[in-house]
């Protein structure tokens, strides 16, 4: 796996920012965050898109307003979809 770097949101407050406001868009069945893989603060897929703090905002906030409970899929085919497309393109993510 290539190493990336990443910013810790403690760090950053542009960061802390985004990674808090992306946030905010998920619905309340998604507030429990994922056991983090890397800095014990962000998960991975997150953290790598700390260095460029407006598009982590923006990549994330887009695949939040997509699990919108309003939507007409519900969690488990939401999980179904990305798990198959994690598989697809072999991430372990």
């Not at 890397?38 to 790598?48: Q, R």
């Not at 699990?67 to 085919?77: C, D, F, G, V």
């Amino acid at each position: 796996m290539t190493w990336i770097q990443t910013v810790r949101m403690d760090d950053d407050k542009s960061v802390k920012d985004a990674i808090e406001s992306q946030r905010k868009l998920y619905p309340i069945e998604y507030a429990t965050p994922v056991q983090p893989v890397n800095d014990g603060e962000t998960a991975g897929i997150v953290a790598s898109h700390t260095l460029i703090p407006e598009a982590l905002y923006h990549a994330f906030s887009t695949f939040g307003a997509l699990m919108s409970p309003e939507l007409p899929l519900k969690r488990h085919q939401h999980e179904m979809i990305a798990t198959m497309v994690s598989v697809t393109n072999r991430c372990h993510y």
